[in-house]
Structures are given as C-alpha cells and as structure tokens.
C-alpha cells in the first residue's frame, strides 16, 4: 500500500454514516425508517417507486436544495385528498416533512433532523412557497445556520441529471463545485448563500430605479468581500484536486485536469487578494448599468468550472456520454478520498442509477473502490442482480408501495 492508501486506511477504520433514517411525509412517504448498516446500501425498486426520493432526504442532511435542487413546496407529501381544488382554495395541509437521522461519526452518534417550518406569512395569496423555510436541528437544538450540519455529516452525490453538467449553462456546474468546497470548508455555503442574496439585493435595488447610493456601495463592499473569498476558496479546491490526482491517479476512471474559468479567480493567479478585492469593488460599481441594460454582471457569479479528460486533453463537454459519466465517478472518487484525508471522516455518497451506464468492468471497479474506501454508499437501481458481486457486504433493500423491504 502507499503512504496515502495506509493512511486512508487508517482514517477509515472508524466508519461514518446515516444508521437510522426517518421519513415523514416527506415525497411517496407517509412514514418511513430504515436501520442502516455503514456499508454499502443498495435499494431497488421499480420506476417511481421512490428510490431516488430517499437519497434526497439524505441529501437533506448537508446544506442547500438536496439533490434535487427542489422548492421545499414540493417536497411534501401529496396525496389526491391533499390537492387543493376549487371546492376546497384552503386545501394546503398542516402535514409537512420531516427527515430525522442518527448519524455516526468518530464513534459517535448525533441526531439530525429538519423540516419545513411555515413564516407567518404564508397566507399571502400571491406566493405561498416562498415563505417556507427549512430549519435544521441537531440534537434537539434548533442550530441558525446550516453549514453547522457540515461538522457531523457531508455527502456527495452523483445522479442521472448530472450526466448533462458538462453541457449547457454554467450554474449547475458551479453549484456542483461549490458543493465540493463546502465539504472542505463549512463556510462556504454561508458565503455563497450570503453573496446571492446581497447580489439580489443590489440587482432588485438597481432595477427599481431609484437606488439607494449608500446603500449600494455597502452591498458592492460586501460582495467584493465575499467575492474574493469564494473565489479563493474555489481555487483552493481544485488545486488540491488537481494535486491530488496526479499523485494518486486513478487506474480504472480517467483522471481528470480541472479549472476555473472567471475573471475573479483568474485575478488572483497574479494579484494580492486586497487589490482583486479593490477591483472587484470597482468593476461591481462600473456594472450597475449592466443591470438597468439587462447585460450580464461579470464576476464569481458567473464562473465556469472547466473539466478536462487528462490522457485525451480533451474537454468534458467534447467526451461521450459514457466517458462523461466516468470523468465525474473519477472526480468523486478523488474528492471522497481527499477529504476523507482532510476532514478526519468519510463522506456519505449518494450514486442514483449510476451503474446502469457502465460496462461491466468499470462498474466491478467502482463496485470495488467503494468497499476499499470503507464509505456508506446509498446506491440505486433497478437491477439488483448488477450487485452480486457485494452479496455478503452491503444491505440490500427493496422499495415496494412506499414501503422498504
Ligand atoms: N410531493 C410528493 N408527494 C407524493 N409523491 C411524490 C411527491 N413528489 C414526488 N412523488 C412521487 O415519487 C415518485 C418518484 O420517486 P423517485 O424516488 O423519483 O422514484 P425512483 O424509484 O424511480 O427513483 C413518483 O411516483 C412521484 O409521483
Ligand atoms: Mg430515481
């Protein structure tokens, strides 16, 4: 073994994951529970049976939208009875989700949960969704930001949307990378979450049309700020993915050449970070007009992330489906082991449909680097028969009428 496999090796003796699960009106499920064993998970099921809905709420458990990147409206169970109707406009139920979990992590155990709680505002007619918010507890204690969940559990997730991430706009692919920021650095996720909504703030100021100066140069001040200090923390990443990579190739996946593409972080190759900050200030305050014109606002908002398949030099977007899938499973692989090394604990990996697309080989191989990695993988399909090869490793689940067997 390398010094870095005996190391891993070492880090991951003491498993980490979700051992209890608790549903409650949350998508198909009424009530649901699952005792799970920190081992791989494999939950069949039919089309629409609800497989993918339980990664989500695991999902749930770490900061943002959840897989799915859904409206917390939707999210709560619908049944017929429950949709509202002409005869019945107060048709929104009391009922709303809920996802509870024990989590285990360095031996020991912690209670999440969090649910949908409703503002006093929510009999506004005009928006009713807008006013729910997602409140996270742990231990029984109501906890004010999310990133805290970053401390006890993270996860990483691959789904079948993603198998377009390398295509089409930038913002999927700048979430997917500033999710793995977070897992490195907790504050990321409030700093993104801050930026977005000072940047709101500004753009809504701006289009009113009668702003606010003062005002405004707060908000840019605060953006610079935060501005800076994402785009550092996005540099930092995929350096140490990068480093990582070609320290520790992959044998099996293709390795990949990740970069970032956006002025800001560019700026920072060759400047101090005060003077990229002063910049960035004033290019913020030279792009009010921007606004008003409906043209874009440069600037870590709008940063792409660029993936290259490294033996090929050839962009991600220009790879086969297949190969793009296999670029992503790589990165994952390299980010789950780089920040197991850093954080102390492994994370959680959600994989939803993932082998359905790989050929035999490949998808042995993963098979084969999630027992090495001794990770909890909840892992999807409708085939239980492609996991043979994990028969006395993994639990395997079934779920049949919103029930898992
Ligand atoms: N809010 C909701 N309430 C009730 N059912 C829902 C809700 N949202 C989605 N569903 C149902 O969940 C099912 C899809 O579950 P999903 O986990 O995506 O299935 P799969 O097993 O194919 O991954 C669909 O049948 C859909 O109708
Ligand atoms: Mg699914």
């Not at 051992?19 to 089309?47: H, K, M, Q, V, W």
């Not at 540099?235 to 070609?246: D, V, Y």
């Not at 606002?297 to 790879?319: H, S």
């Amino acid at each position: 073994m390398t010094n870095l496999a005996n190391k891993l090796y070492a880090v991951t003796q003491e498993k980490s994951g979700v051992t209890r699960l608790t549903l409650t009106d949350f998508r198909n499920y009424a009530f649901l529970r699952i005792n799970a064993d920190l081992s791989p998970i494999i939950i069949t099921g039919e089309n629409g049976s609800g497989k993918t809905n339980i990664l989500e709420a695991i999902s749930f458990l770490t900061p943002g939208r959840g897989i799915r990147g859904a409206r917390l409206a939707d999210i709560k169970r619908i049944t017929p009875a429950l949709i509202p109707d002409e005869y019945s406009p107060t048709g929104i139920s009391n009922t709303n989700w809920a996802v509870s979990a024990t989590i285990q992590k360095s031996g020991e155990e912690t209670e999440i949960g969090t649910a949908v709680e409703k503002s006093a505002r929510e009999t506004d007619d005009d928006d009713i969704r807008s006013f729910d918010r997602r409140i996270v507890k742990i231990d029984g204690n109501k906890i004010s930001s999310q990133s805290e969940l970053g401390r006890y559990i993270s996860a990483i997730w691959l789904t079948p949307q993603m198998d377009r991430l390398f295509r089409g706009g930038s913002q999927p692919r700048r979430s997917f990378l500033d999710r793995l920021v977070y897992a490195f650095d907790v504050e990321h996720a409030k700093r993104t979450a801050t930026f977005e909504h000072y940047y709101k703030e500004w753009y809504q100021l701006l289009k009113a049309g009668t702003p606010d100066n003062n005002w405004l140069f707060s908000l840019e001040d605060n953006m610079a700020a935060l501005g800076v200090a994402i785009a550092a923390a996005r540099r930092e990443q995929i350096a140490k993915l990068n480093n990582f990579i070609e320290a520790e190739p992959d044998d099996t996946f293709p390795n990949v050449i990740l970069e970032l593409d956006g002025t800001i972080e560019k700026m920072l190759d060759e400047k101090p970070a005060v003077e990229v900050e002063d910049f960035y200030r004033n290019k913020l305050f030279s792009q009010r007009r921007n606004v008003i014109y409906n043209d874009n606002v440069d600037g870590v908002n709008r940063t792409d992330f660029k993936v290259y398949y490294k033996k090929k030099r050839m962009p991600a977007d220009l790879c086969s489906t297949g190969e793009q899938k296999s670029l992503l499973i790589s990165i994952i692989l390299a980010q789950t082991k780089c920040q197991t090394l850093d954080k102390g604990f492994a994370p959680v990996l959600l994989l939803d449909e993932v082998v359905a697309h790989l050929d035999d080989t490949k998808r042995e191989a993963l098979l084969e680097k999630i027992r090495d990695l001794n990770v909890q993988a909840w892992i999807t399909s409708t085939d239980a028969e492609l996991f043979s090869s994990l028969r006395n490793e993994a639990q395997f689940l079934e779920v049949r009428n919103n029930q898992v067997f």
